[in-house]
């Protein structure tokens, strides 16, 4: 009898068990399911320099572009920044014979970057560039906002067919008041690529001024110390001369 009551209790204590481990499978079944992760770019208060990537048109090989790409937004009269990261870059775009685009896009349509080409008798360039960030507020208490812009520019970037525009200086292109592109250092083709090789090298002109102005500034130096050396020299010859007469 008392075995059976034992039984008996033991029975009670695993139904409830088995209950309760129902019950929670249950609850767990009809919690919401938690929202998907949406990618976000933080935005940062001090400037650094941008990695580099290399992005190419994924179908027909007719764009290649090397550079560093930051994002500089106002807001609140200050600057933020955002580097492009390489590695999270979905490149696309398309190609034609005087037409081809190139755009890089984050996660979740977070930023973007598209640049259009134009090409125009033996020359290429830039025609047409968009960009925009969605990034996380930058205070505490500010609303979520996208920042975007387009320049649209008459031979931005250009160089002849089948040569590639590179610069090292920094190009700093305003796209809306509140946002700006950063492209540092640039090498860029469209249309025509040799097996998707860069040709030859166009400089821009800040480069060239760069590497020159030091050149033509010791020439200078250099002609007017040639000349001053040449003066003194004329002098003492010259007082020689009227000395020997007296």
Same mark, same amino acid.
């Given at each position: ?87 999270? =870059?979905?490149? @696309?775009? $398309? ?5 081809? *685009? &190139? ?6 349509? #977070? %930023? ?25 507020? =930058?205070?505490? @208490?500010? $609303? ?5 812009? *387009? &320049? ?6 250009? #160089? %002849? ?86």
């Amino acid at each position: 009898m008392m075995l059976t009551a034992q039984t008996g209790g033991w029975c009670l204590i695993i139904l409830a068990i088995i209950a309760g481990v129902q019950l929670q499978e249950k609850e767990r079944s009809v919690q919401p399911a938690s929202e998907p992760h949406v990618y976000k770019p933080a935005l940062q208060p001090t400037e650094t320099t941008p990695p580099i990537g290399t992005y190419k048109h994924v179908g027909k090989s007719c764009i290649k572009a090397t550079m560093g790409v930051q994002y500089i937004v106002i807001e609140k009269k200050k600057a933020w920044y955002y580097n492009l990261e390489p590695s999270r =870059v979905r490149t @696309g775009g $398309s190609c034609g014979e005087e037409a081809a *685009v &190139l755009s890089l896009t984050l996660p979740d349509d #977070a %930023a973007s970057l598209q640049l259009t080409f134009r090409k125009k008798g033996n020359i290429f360039y830039v025609s047409n560039l968009t960009a925009h960030v969605s990034p996380l507020p =930058v205070c505490q @208490g500010c $609303s979520n906002k996208t920042y975007s812009g *387009v &320049l649209t520019n008459d031979k931005l970037f250009a #160089a %002849a067919d089948g040569q590639s525009f590179k610069c090292e200086s920094e190009n700093l292109l305003l796209t809306s008041p509140e946002l700006r592109i950063r492209l540092v250092p640039l090498q860029i083709q469209a249309f025509t690529l040799l097996k998707g090789h860069y040709g030859k090298e166009v400089e821009c002109w800040v480069d060239f001024t760069k590497r020159v102005i030091p050149i033509i500034l010791g020439a200078t130096v250099v002609g007017l110390f040639l000349i001053a050396v040449t003066t003194s020299l004329f002098i003492k010859d010259h007082h020689r001369e009227g000395y020997d007469r007296v």
